[in-house]
């Protein structure tokens, strides 16, 4: 069969693109490599492709309301710790997350995953739930049902989030993107942040997951056995990418200490699991459920394909198996 695939341009799926993986079964590989802001409107709006990168909680959110258009795959393209991702003016007084109780924050899209596991640490780590400060937010990627008792804004035209926070209408500015003006009018709300992202790691086992991969329901139900192949094609690229990074006879990747990264990073495994990444799916579905934005707790057996067995990729990882 012919597949249309849309989803970043990773180092892990790079053999995907470039055809030195196979999907079994698939005698034609359509691959967009597309931003993952264009590829989600895509797909929620137009479902244009056969299967593409999806933010895991928009997807979580329309399967919480009855909306079966889609069906995951314990795929994840994109993992991101974001203490990193709050910023505050170069000469904020505001010095620990712990001062953004009653604050002022800007964030693009209150629902999307970034915001949810930065809402959930703020809550966890350091007792400021989302009600206890203003949101303001930008264009969303689609309208959600508004929590009780949080307050959100909207970003007025012609706007925009970074000049507010400059202009001191913002206290902090949670965004995905490195502003422009960081080292200059802008600095992180948490400057050691690696410290603080791998001491939350240890004592919390989550390594945050933004995105999965989803099959449109009727190409799933009309060839169940893609589920399996595409999801050992992903694990396959994976495997692939980090084999070809950890190589000492030329660097492959510009950086001049990558291998001793690469080392140090070992203790944080980018699994394609649901068992390997099953407290980062705990948590996220718990954080969803107290922000208000799924109708109800959905359980992680729910989200995914039941013909993928949820210790597949742990399987593959440890034996080296070739799919």
Excluded at 69 to 88: E, G, M, T
Excluded at 130 to 155: C, E, F, H, N
Aim: aromatic content about 10%; proline content about 5%; some cysteine.
């Amino acid at each position: 069969m012919r597949l249309t695939l849309a989803c970043g341009r990773y180092d892990r799926t790079q053999a995907l693109i470039d055809g030195r993986v196979k999907v079994e079964g698939v005698s034609e590989l359509n691959y967009l490599a597309l931003r993952p802001g264009e590829t989600f409107w895509r797909m929620l709006n137009h479902q244009e492709f056969d299967a593409s990168e999806m933010s895991l909680s928009s997807y979580t959110i329309l399967r919480s309301e009855g909306d079966e258009r889609f069906i995951a795959l314990p795929i994840f393209p994109s993992r991101v710790f974001r203490q990193n991702a709050l910023y505050v003016r170069a000469d904020s007084a505001l010095r620990d997350p712990r001062e953004l109780r009653g604050k002022r924050i800007g964030v693009g899209d209150y629902q999307m995953t970034a915001a949810v596991w930065t809402r959930g640490f703020l809550q966890h780590e350091y007792g400021v739930p989302p009600q206890d400060a203003t949101w303001v937010v930008g264009r969303p990627i689609r309208a959600i049902r508004k929590p009780k008792d949080v307050r959100i804004d909207t970003l007025a035209a012609g706007q925009t989030l970074e000049a507010m926070l400059e202009r001191g209408d913002l206290d902090a500015l949670m965004t995905v993107m490195i502003p422009p003006a960081l080292g200059k009018t802008l600095r992180r709300l948490i400057p050691d942040f690696r410290d603080v992202e791998l001491a939350y790691y240890r004592k919390t086992r989550i390594f945050p997951i933004m995105h999965t991969l989803v099959l449109r329901r009727a190409v799933y139900e009309a060839h169940p056995w893609l589920a399996v192949n595409l999801y050992r094609a992903f694990v396959r690229a994976r495997d692939a990418a980090l084999k070809h990074m950890y190589d000492t006879d030329a660097l492959t990747v510009s950086l001049p200490w990558v291998i001793d990264e690469i080392e140090r990073s070992r203790e944080i495994p980018w699994d394609y699991s649901i068992e390997g990444s099953r407290l980062t799916l705990e948590a996220l579905v718990q954080y969803l459920d107290e922000q208000e934005l799924t109708r109800r707790r959905m359980a992680i057996a729910e989200l995914f394909a039941p013909n993928v067995d949820p210790a597949l990729g742990a399987y593959l990882s440890a034996t080296g198996e070739d799919a």
